[in-house]
Structures are given as C-alpha cells and as structure tokens.
C-alpha cells in the first residue's frame, strides 16, 4: 500500500489558527459506514447521537509546555554560517528543544534545533536551573539531553516552557493556549500535543453524556515523536512508529472488558485512544498495566475493541489518516475529506471533528 494513496488536496485558509470561543461550537461531520452516508452537524449534538449503552473512552493526558529556548555553550556555537538564511536564528549561539519524553531520571528524548549543529557532549542553558549535555542521538534525529538535578524539573519547565504548538499553526503560542490546548479531563501529565478530538469537550457535553446514562472511562496516552512523525517510506508497511508510553488501570480495564463482553460499543475519543485500546486488547482482552506502545495501525488492520471514534481532521499521508481510514474505511474517510474541504470545515488541531460510526 502506498502512502500516496492517502494525499488529499487541503486550501491552507482551512487550516485553523485559533481555537473557536465556545469549545463546544465546532462542526461535527458524521460518518455512517453502514451507508456510506455524511451529515453534516455540530458537535453539540454528540451526546443526542451516543447510544446510552455506549462506552465512551477518553485519554486524559495532560500536556505541558515542552518547548523550551536556550543558547548553546562552546566553540558549537560558533558553528553556523552567517550566510545561511535559515540559521539566522540561531547565529548566536540559539537553541530549542522539544523534550519528547523521560527515558530516565534526568534524561529526555528531545527533538532540538539547529539538529545538524549539536553535537554529543554540547552544553545547552535554558535557564538558570535548567541545564543538559547532550548524551546520545536517536535512529528519527532526536537527541538524548542529560539535565543537571534540580529539585523541580516540571517547576522550572514551566517557567520558561513554550505551549508545542503544531508547525502548521503559523503563529507563536500565547498565554491562552495552555489552556485551550488542553482538555478540560486533562490529568495525567507527560504529553507534547494534545490529543485533540477531546478539544471540543466542555464539562455541559460531559454532564449531557453522565445524563443519558453513558458511561465513560479513561486511559492514558503521553503523545510524542510517534503520533506527530513523518512518513518517509514510499510502502506504507516500511514505516515504523516511536514507541510511546500508556497506562490503562484496572478499574478501566474491566469498565472496558465488561462492554465487549456485553457487545456494547466502544467508542474511541481520539487516535490516541484507539491506538491504547487496541494494543491493550490484542489478545481481546484488555490488559491493565502501563509500558510503551509503536502500534501503526493502517488499512487491513482488524479491531479488537473500537467500533467507533470521535477524531479531528489529519493531515495528508499522515500516519493518523491512516489509522482513521482503518475504521472508517479508505474510500469512504478519503470521500468524507473531500466533502469536508468542500464544505470549508476548519482542519487539523484546533479545526472542526468528525464522528464514524
């Protein structure tokens, strides 16, 4: 399968800037698989359309503001070239990171810029209590930073941290978006991008679905480099994902095991969700536990446990559009783009949603 199968053409005027006043006030395209029928719909409406023996699953990662500026120590510093226009930035010594992940107690998975200028043993100052070296590099061109202790590491984070942004949002973060990049279930802290099908939730939607008799459960996903990385490949089946980490609790799992064992619904909020839900569930039971997830799931993948899912609009050739067209169905999620571009809804993190059934 070719990964060009999964480009769409996508006017850039649709691709969400800001996030909407009202939360709750996006548009909401509902897909029917059985039909092959579109609707179009706000997302106002979603707890009208869930089933009251649905099972709602969230995931309640909490992101924090993980990009973070410094400077860099040393003769590196020196190192670029004051007649390459992209480099201007960073001609005194700049730096930035994204920390993607902990893989030890003051060790970070980052992704950092200039990435071709930083070395293994470079100093980089991000402030005057955060301070890494630079240990080892990453088979996706991420870094390992080794920060000196400090007694706060997310104190002093937050302090200088920058909300991580997508790159297609065209703006720098404000103050306002730690909030609204965020969901209001938010809990578990760890993630570098929100998992933004639950963007639209405000707690009148929660209380709505707790009204109709819905039960919901959580997991939990910290989204980094797996999600949001590039395919390269040209095959589909030779791209390979960045492992993640995940916990699923007890109480969740047999909330989510009672269901299947009922043949009630499980409805996924987000792909972060059906991505936990189904490693979780490949032997067709969920496990509970935590540990690290790089499950690609693409056209042909069979489902174990999501029926259904709440997701955003994703990019072209996107490792996220694939996992959609798995539910939804190629053909027909490629139709639902389409009729999205041509409707104008807004796209991507802060855009509009769609809802598969």
């Given at each position: 399968m070719?990964v060009?199968e999964f480009?769409?053409?996508?006017?850039?005027?649709?691709?969400?800037?800001?996030?909407?006043?009202?939360?709750?006030?996006s548009?909401?395209?509902?897909?029917?698989?059985?039909?092959?029928?579109?609707?179009?719909?706000?997302?106002?409406e979603?707890p009208?359309?869930?089933?009251?023996d649905?099972?709602?699953v969230?995931n309640?990662?909490?992101v924090?503001?993980?990009?973070?500026?410094?400077?860099?120590?040393?003769?590196h510093?020196q190192a670029v070239?004051p007649?390459?226009?992209a480099?201007?930035?960073?001609l005194?010594g700049?730096?930035?990171a994204?920390?993607?992940r902990p893989?030890?107690?003051?060790d970070?998975e980052?992704?950092v810029r200039?990435g071709?200028?930083?070395?293994?043993g470079e100093?980089?100052?991000f402030?005057?209590e955060?301070?890494?070296?630079v240990?080892a590099r990453?088979?996706?061109?991420?870094?390992?930073l080794?920060?000196?202790?400090?007694?706060d590491?997310?104190a002093a984070?937050?302090?200088v941290?920058?909300?991580?942004?997508?790159p297609?949002?065209?703006?720098a973060?404000?103050?306002t978006?730690?909030d609204?990049y965020?969901?209001v279930?938010?809990?578990?802290?760890?993630?570098?991008?929100?998992?933004?099908a639950g963007?639209h939730?405000?707690?009148?939607?929660?209380?709505?679905l707790?009204?109709?008799g819905v039960e919901?459960?959580?997991?939990?996903?910290?989204?980094?480099?797996?999600?949001?990385?590039?395919v390269?490949e040209?095959?589909v089946e030779d791209?390979?994902?960045?492992?993640e980490?995940?916990r699923i609790?007890p109480?969740?799992?047999?909330?989510?095991n009672?269901?299947?064992?009922?043949?009630r619904?499980?409805?996924?909020v987000g792909?972060t969700?059906?991505r936990?839900?189904?490693?979780?569930g490949?032997?067709?039971?969920?496990e509970?536990?935590?540990?690290?997830?790089?499950?690609?799931i693409?056209?042909?993948?069979?489902?174990r446990v999501?029926?259904a899912?709440?997701?955003n609009?994703?990019?072209p050739?996107s490792?996220l559009?694939?996992l959609?067209?798995?539910?939804?169905?190629?053909?027909l999620?490629?139709s639902?783009?389409?009729?999205?571009v041509q409707?104008?809804y807004?796209f991507?993190?802060y855009?509009?949603?769609?809802l598969?059934e």
């Amino acid at each position: 399968m070719l990964v060009s199968e999964f480009d769409y053409h996508l006017p850039k005027e649709l691709i969400a800037q800001e996030p909407l006043a009202d939360r709750a006030a996006s548009r909401m395209l509902h897909v029917e698989r059985g039909t092959g029928q579109f609707h179009d719909r706000l997302f106002r409406e979603f707890p009208d359309l869930i089933r009251p023996d649905d099972l709602v699953v969230f995931n309640n990662t909490k992101v924090f503001p993980a990009r973070i500026f410094g400077h860099r120590s040393g003769s590196h510093a020196q190192a670029v070239s004051p007649n390459n226009p992209a480099a201007k930035e960073f001609l005194k010594g700049k730096c930035e990171a994204l920390l993607v992940r902990p893989v030890a107690e003051w060790d970070w998975e980052a992704l950092v810029r200039p990435g071709r200028k930083i070395g293994l043993g470079e100093r980089l100052t991000f402030s005057d209590e955060l301070n890494a070296e630079v240990v080892a590099r990453g088979e996706f061109g991420e870094r390992t930073l080794r920060f000196d202790p400090v007694p706060d590491f997310f104190a002093a984070v937050e302090k200088v941290g920058h909300v991580p942004l997508p790159p297609y949002i065209d703006r720098a973060d404000k103050a306002t978006d730690r909030d609204r990049y965020q969901t209001v279930y938010a809990r578990e802290r760890g993630s570098v991008a929100a998992p933004t099908a639950g963007l639209h939730f405000t707690p009148e939607i929660l209380d709505r679905l707790r009204q109709r008799g819905v039960e919901t459960t959580e997991v939990t996903l910290h989204v980094g480099l797996g999600t949001f990385q590039p395919v390269h490949e040209e095959r589909v089946e030779d791209h390979k994902l960045h492992q993640e980490w995940y916990r699923i609790t007890p109480q969740s799992a047999d909330s989510i095991n009672r269901a299947l064992d009922e043949g009630r619904r499980v409805l996924a909020v987000g792909t972060t969700a059906v991505r936990t839900l189904e490693h979780a569930g490949r032997n067709g039971r969920i496990e509970a536990g935590s540990g690290d997830t790089s499950l690609f799931i693409y056209p042909g993948y069979q489902f174990r446990v999501v029926s259904a899912m709440l997701t955003n609009f994703h990019l072209p050739k996107s490792t996220l559009l694939m996992l959609v067209s798995a539910l939804g169905g190629k053909d027909l999620v490629l139709s639902a783009y389409e009729h999205a571009v041509q409707e104008k809804y807004r796209f991507y993190s802060y855009g509009d949603c769609m809802l598969i059934e």
